[in-house]
């Protein structure tokens, strides 16, 4: 195999390498230029007026930035720790039981991986609108939509990618080993507890940790599902941006590109460190 | 004395497939039994069974007395050796050994002494921090045995065992199993589809064809006096000759030739006889002794195959190929192909077949 790369002849092999390297450039020179500028002492977004921390602390004290970023992280855990949970429990029963209809569940499941955003974000509005309006006057309440609507959103769309990932990783581990535990005294919760569970760790975490950079990151389906007072984080960035743009936005926007970079290594990093073969 | 494992009537269907066909079955206490027969003939789906892993649809099932039709694997007093280990990946040896202990509740010091005494006494002393990953198959199948024996079950189940492993330590593990086995004193049930491993290390056979039990009996039984024509073509090589019932002691082949051939059929019944290679005697045409007349043939050598300790003939008898094994010792006559010879059997080693 690698001797078909190094038998390349010397004209692809500088054109192959031109392309990787204007992909990359094209790949990460809007992040290098948003890190740069976001150190930038100036007003205007883009022109540098020598090396400032001020944006950031800006951030820090910005009330409406905190409240959003607040926000974000509340919706992002309560959305992540349902959807594994939930999760978790949809891929292990498509993947080790059957029933009926078990495969158009299987396809449904799917779904809000495929279904557009907007479409995604109509629907929650739609959904959100009536049934709020059903109970609100079933009940002479006055509901509206907030955060905990933001939160049902991201979990419903979360669910499908925390149970895809650990589907993967159930598919990946014979059932014998459940039932070699059940063999040697195990209930079935043990034989969850102590053989599963431990086994599927890496996709549960992976899934979670996919799930947390999802609802973080946002904007279209929250846009649609929020109410006052639950704007987050990247949905104040967007209306930021509308009213016109400050370099505040760079130091947010690299804030929270760090944090999302930190969440996928560490995603990268739990199906490692337990990748060992679970067959 | 009550059987270790009672079997009565018992049938499974997965959908439309019936993968064991009314199936009734003793096996003794402390005896060590062999279920044998080809693939999908419905062995494992019997020892599934008895773990608890599949329920029958029909029938019963009892463990020395006691009715475990639908009770769950971790209410019955049996374990299982896997066919392929199902050893706890993320598991040292130890914690895999201690598993079924931990799961009952024994005392912590209590548990590891007694994995510790078993992973010593599978020879494994040493290796109870390693990951099943990082252990030979050989070990790992020792591992697979000190997990389920360690328990103490009264009935301990083993599915192809040692399929996996290499012919030589095949043999090796045939002889530990069966020390290991007389040692404890359990029952072992056994499930193989190696004829020569179940007739080596057994005590009693099961013989299973698609998911019913064709005969059960001892090695020698089951090789001597195959009941059917199945169990007699499966188990060791044979010559099987069609032929027709003509009274208690007579047979008909299919071209008129009477044989003296005991039989237990009705006049009439057809059935095949069958003739072991090494059973058949051979000499020059005309040579048969008096006594065997009526239990003999004549026909040509077509082939000759020299193995080294005996040769094979292959002699054609008109319609049939009869396969001979004859000594290869200098005493004994060698013949050529081509050669007219006649064969012979003792009336006690033919044996009639149902079809
Ligand atoms: N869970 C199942 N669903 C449907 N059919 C099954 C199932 N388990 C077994 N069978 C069928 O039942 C029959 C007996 O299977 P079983 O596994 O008991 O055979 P076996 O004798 O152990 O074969 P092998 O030597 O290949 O392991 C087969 O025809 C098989 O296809
Ligand atoms: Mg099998």
């Known amino acids: 195999?690698?001797?078909?790369?190094?038998?390349?002849?010397?004209?692809?092999?500088?054109?192959?390498?031109?392309?990787?390297?204007?992909?990359?450039?094209?790949?990460?020179?809007?992040?290098?230029?948003?890190?740069?500028?976001?150190?930038?002492?100036?007003?205007?977004?883009?022109?540098?007026?020598?090396?400032?921390?001020?944006?950031?602390?800006?951030?820090?004290?910005?009330?409406?930035?905190?409240?959003?970023?607040?926000?974000?992280?509340?919706?992002?855990?309560?959305?992540?720790?349902?959807?594994?949970?939930?999760?978790?429990?949809?891929?292990?029963?498509?993947?080790?039981?059957?029933?009926?209809?078990?495969?158009?569940?299987?396809?449904?499941?799917?779904?809000?991986?495929?279904?557009?955003?907007?479409t995604m974000a109509v629907m929650m509005l739609l959904f959100f609108t009536w049934s709020i309006d059903v109970v609100n006057t079933s009940f002479g309440l006055s509901?509206?939509?907030?955060?905990?609507?933001?939160?049902?959103?991201?979990?419903?769309?979360?669910?499908?990618?925390?149970?895809?990932?650990?589907?993967?990783?159930?598919?990946?581990?014979?059932?014998?080993?459940?039932?070699?535990?059940?063999?040697?005294?195990?209930?079935?919760?043990?034989?969850?507890?102590?053989?599963?569970?431990?086994?599927?760790?890496?996709?549960?975490?992976?899934?979670?940790?996919?799930?947390?950079?999802?609802?973080?990151?946002?904007?279209?389906?929250?846009?649609?599902a929020a109410g006052p007072g639950s704007t987050t984080l990247p949905v104040y960035v967007f209306g930021l941006i509308r009213r016109g743009v400050s370099p505040l936005i760079n130091a947010v926007s690299v804030v929270m590109l760090a944090a999302s970079v930190l969440l996928v290594l560490l995603s990268l990093l739990a199906q490692r460190a337990r990748g060992g073969s679970v067959t | 004395m009550t059987a270790a494992v009672e079997i009565r009537g018992v049938t499974k269907r997965f959908d439309d497939v019936v993968a064991v066909d009314s199936v009734d079955l003793e096996i003794a206490d402390g005896e060590f039994f062999a279920l044998l027969g080809p693939s999908g003939c419905g062995k494992t789906t019997t020892l599934r069974?008895?773990?608890?892993?599949?329920?029958?649809?029909?029938?019963?099932?009892?463990?020395?007395?006691?009715?475990?039709?639908?009770?769950?694997?971790?209410?019955?007093?049996?374990?299982?050796?896997?066919?392929?280990?199902?050893?706890?990946?993320?598991?040292?040896?130890?914690?895999?050994?201690?598993?079924?202990?931990?799961?009952?509740?024994?005392?912590?010091?209590?548990?590891?002494?007694?994995?510790?005494?078993?992973?010593?006494?599978?020879?494994?002393?040493?290796?109870?921090?390693?990951?099943?990953?990082?252990l030979s198959g050989g070990q790992q199948q020792r591992v697979a045995l000190a997990r389920a024996l360690v328990n103490e079950p009264k009935v301990l189940l083993l599915d192809e065992p040692l399929g996996a492993l290499d012919l030589k330590l095949r043999q090796e593990m045939q002889t530990e199993l069966k020390s290991l086995q007389r040692e404890l004193g359990v029952s072992f049930v056994f499930v193989t589809h190696d004829q020569e491993e179940a007739m080596a290390?057994?005590?009693?056979?099961?013989?299973?064809h698609d998911g019913q039990l064709l005969q059960v009996g001892s090695p020698e039984e089951i090789y001597e006096r195959p009941t059917n024509r199945f169990v007699a073509d499966f188990i060791g090589q044979t010559n099987l000759i069609d032929a027709t019932v003509e009274d208690d002691d007579h047979i008909i082949l299919t071209n008129g030739t009477r044989l003296r051939a005991p039989s237990p059929h009705?006049?009439?019944?057809?059935?095949?006889?069958?003739?072991?290679?090494?059973?058949?005697?051979?000499?020059?045409?005309?040579?048969?002794?008096?006594e065997h007349s009526a239990t003999s043939l004549e026909g040509a050598v077509a082939s000759v195959t020299y193995l080294?300790?005996?040769?094979?003939?292959?002699?054609?008898?008109?319609?049939?190929d009869l396969e001979v094994r004859g000594g290869a010792t200098a005493g004994g006559q060698r013949f050529e192909a081509g050669d007219e010879v006649s064969v012979w059997w003792d009336r006690t080693s033919d044996w009639v077949v149902a079809d």
Do not use: C
């Open chain 2, 49 to 134: 069974m008895i773990a608890g892993l599949e329920f029958p649809t029909e029938g019963s099932i009892r463990i020395f007395g006691e009715e475990v039709g639908t009770l769950p694997p971790n209410k019955r007093p049996v374990n299982t050796v896997f066919q392929n280990y199902a050893l706890f990946p993320h598991m040292s040896v130890l914690d895999n050994v201690s598993f079924g202990l931990r799961m009952k509740k024994v005392d912590k010091t209590d548990a590891r002494a007694k994995s510790m005494k078993m992973i010593d006494l599978v020879q494994l002393g040493g290796m109870e921090g390693r990951k099943p990953s990082q």
């Open chain 1, 143 to 224: 509901l509206g939509k907030g955060i905990s609507t933001v939160a049902l959103s991201h979990i419903a769309f979360s669910i499908s990618f925390v149970s895809i990932v650990v589907r993967a990783r159930l598919a990946g581990m014979t059932q014998t080993l459940e039932e070699a535990a059940q063999d040697l005294y195990a209930s079935q919760w043990q034989a969850f507890r102590h053989v599963t569970l431990p086994l599927i760790m890496p996709g549960v975490i992976g899934g979670g940790l996919l799930a947390l950079t999802l609802s973080l990151d946002d904007v279209v389906i929250t846009q649609f």
């Open chain 2, 266 to 290: 009705e006049p009439g019944t057809s059935v095949a006889m069958s003739l072991r290679p090494e059973a058949i005697s051979i000499g020059p045409r005309g040579s048969v002794p008096d």
């Open chain 1, 1 to 118: 195999m690698s001797g078909g790369v190094r038998q390349l002849r010397g004209g692809t092999r500088s054109a192959l390498s031109l392309n990787a390297a204007l992909v990359y450039l094209f790949f990460y020179a809007p992040i290098l230029l948003l890190i740069f500028y976001s150190f930038s002492d100036d007003d205007l977004v883009g022109r540098w007026g020598g090396f400032t921390l001020d944006w950031y602390r800006a951030f820090g004290r910005n009330d409406e930035v905190q409240s959003a970023l607040s926000v974000s992280i509340r919706v992002a855990l309560i959305s992540t720790v349902v959807s594994v949970v939930l999760g978790t429990m949809a891929a292990l029963a498509l993947e080790r039981y059957r029933f009926r209809g078990n495969r158009i569940f299987d396809a449904l499941l799917y779904l809000p991986v495929i279904v557009p955003d907007v």
């Open chain 2, 201 to 208: 290390m057994s005590d009693r056979i099961a013989v299973m």
């Open chain 2, 308 to 320: 080294g300790h005996a040769v094979d003939y292959s002699v054609k008898i008109g319609w049939i």
